[in-house]
């Protein structure tokens, strides 16, 4: 039963034990695991699609870990899409999940505010406000597109995008173009775009780390089973070896490469694959330094050259999706909420508020949406306490992420 609350919404009464804010593949795991748990949740999601980050993802992109263990809980991914799968078709994957899984996902709802109050957590949603004994925050970041504040960015008179509004090349075809930013995305973009608006300027303010897909013949994910094996000193030597090893020739096209010491691996991801190689080496590609400044028509470089260009687009990350929390919290160098301890998936000093969907190390971002929400659900099981005995998954490994 709803009575109404002071300002107007439906006041739920008798609510679940949970509420799971995002349903992409942290929410969507965290409620299957909930579910086999015999806990009751709610699950909502301000979109109107399923997973409607990968719904709007670039044609062109692929996942850079590898599919068998990019799957989510029970069903793996077809081998028909290969070791690497494209974001379309790691889309469809979860729309053929959600139809073999049926979730009760709400869409359309967004969360306004989540507070701590007596008996958990109080929650104000677009439709209604009620009380859970716990909330796992599932919204990710890639909602939260970041542009950095460019001095001169509201007065270039060109087209400005994130790389999440990106969708092909076609529409940047003879414009002069300047990517900024060198982790995968960029690299992605910038060799896609080269095929039409050559050449394509790529902005690359510290350093770059090109990798191979399949360093000595096998998929990265492989080396990553593999170190599990291994001493854990010798660890983290095993991967840099394999994780960054890279292509012939490519230390003289005079990239700003990251040493990929221990002490130092590059300030962004590996951009895996020879594309940005074959696209610098055939001329498609010029990489050129940082994005200092705008003026109407030109960029101003962090070297102090100046070049005209029609087009930017911003490859620069993104930032929690967290605005409706109303606590004060702790963050760590990513901007994510810190947990009470490494292996907690609880926010540090809040009780009863979980994050899943914040590790993107080790087999990716993919995987450990799974073994966070594994995590998540046995300590909200203990902080209910709920005795469950649903907390494996056949095709999981219960392993710590080891780089």
Not at 122 to 136: F, K, L
Not at 250 to 256: A, E, F, I, R, V
Not at 301 to 307: E, F, K, V, Y
């Amino acid at each position: 039963m709803n009575t109404q609350a002071p300002n107007g919404k439906a006041k739920r009464e008798n609510s679940p034990d949970v509420l799971i804010v995002g349903a992409g593949p942290a929410g969507i795991s965290t409620a299957v695991y909930l579910q086999r748990a015999g806990i009751s949740y709610r699950i909502v999601d301000r979109a109107y699609v399923p997973v409607s980050t990968w719904a709007h993802l670039y044609p062109s992109l692929r996942l850079n870990t590898a599919g068998f263990v990019s799957h989510l809980p029970g069903q793996r991914l077809p081998l028909r899409y290969g070791v690497y799968p494209t974001g379309r078709q790691y889309y469809a994957y979860v729309q053929d999940y959600l139809r073999r899984h049926p979730l009760p996902i709400e869409y359309g709802v967004s969360v306004e505010r989540v507070a701590p109050c007596d008996g958990g957590w109080q929650v104000v949603t677009a439709i209604d406000e009620a009380v859970y004994p716990a909330v796992v925050i599932g919204s990710g970041r890639f909602t939260h597109p970041y542009i950095p504040p460019i001095p001169g960015l509201d007065l270039f008179g060109g087209a400005v995008i994130h790389a999440s509004a990106y969708t092909d090349a076609v529409p940047f075809a003879g414009k002069r173009v300047l990517v900024v930013g060198n982790g995968p995305s960029g690299g992605d973009i910038a060799a896609e775009l080269g095929q039409i608006a050559a050449p394509v300027l790529l902005a690359i303010r510290s350093d770059i780390v090109i990798a191979r897909e399949y360093p000595y013949g096998l998929p990265t994910t492989v080396w990553h089973l593999i170190a599990d094996w291994l001493p854990h000193s010798w660890r983290k030597p095993f991967l840099n070896r394999f994780n960054f090893q890279g292509y012939p020739g490519q230390d003289k096209l005079g990239l700003p490469l990251a040493p990929n010491r221990d002490d130092r691996q590059g300030t962004s991801a590996p951009v895996r694959g020879r594309a940005l190689v074959d696209g610098l080496q055939a001329g498609r590609i010029r990489t050129v330094a940082g994005l200092a400044a705008l003026t109407r028509d030109s960029a101003v470089l962090t070297d102090g050259s100046r070049i005209a260009v029609d087009a930017v687009i911003f490859c620069t990350g993104y930032r929690p999706a967290v605005e409706y929390l109303a606590i004060d919290y702790a963050t760590d160098a990513a901007g994510w909420m810190e947990r009470r301890s490494a292996d907690s998936q609880q926010i540090a000093g809040y009780p009863g508020l979980y994050l899943v969907g914040r590790n993107y190390r080790g087999l990716g971002p993919l995987y450990n949406v799974r073994r966070e929400a594994q995590i998540a659900v046995r300590e909200i099981a203990a902080y209910l306490k709920v005795q469950s005995h649903a907390h494996t998954d056949p095709l999981y490994r219960d392993r710590p992420d080891r780089q």
